[in-house]
């Protein structure tokens, strides 16, 4: 009788604290909206080869955080988007000095 042992997911990247994911269906079908989280933690939880369940942030547009959730998803699945480009460097403003004097109030 042959070995009959667990097939392992082939090396996928994992999750780390502070990743950015984008998650959308290739992750889990409960992300018929995809979504943003920016990891707390991977849970140490048992669960099914090649899935996890990870604790996150759910992020707004522009990376607020809107709501804390433990996510059920499949590895396979996660999608780590591009760092944002870095922001165009403005010049400097110039400020115009206010003369000084007395103010009277009231």
Avoid: C
């Avoid at 992300?31 to 990870?54: A, E």
């Avoid at 809107?66 to 059920?72: E, N, P, T, Y």
């Avoid at 780590?80 to 165009?88: I, T």
């Amino acid at each position: 009788m042959p070995d009959r042992k667990p097939q392992s997911t082939p090396h996928l990247r994992k999750p780390h604290t502070g990743d950015v994911l984008h998650l959308t269906r290739a992750a889990s079908v409960q992300f018929l909206r995809p979504i943003f989280v920016r990891v707390i933690r991977v849970l140490d939880w048992p669960t099914y080869d090649g899935w996890l369940w990870i604790d996150g942030y759910e992020l707004t547009a522009n990376g607020d955080a809107v709501a804390r959730r433990s996510l059920f998803v499949m590895l396979a699945g996660l999608i780590w988007p591009d760092p944002p480009a870095p922001a165009a460097r403005r010049r400097p403003t110039t400020r115009t000095r206010v003369k000084g004097g007395s103010v009277r109030v009231g």
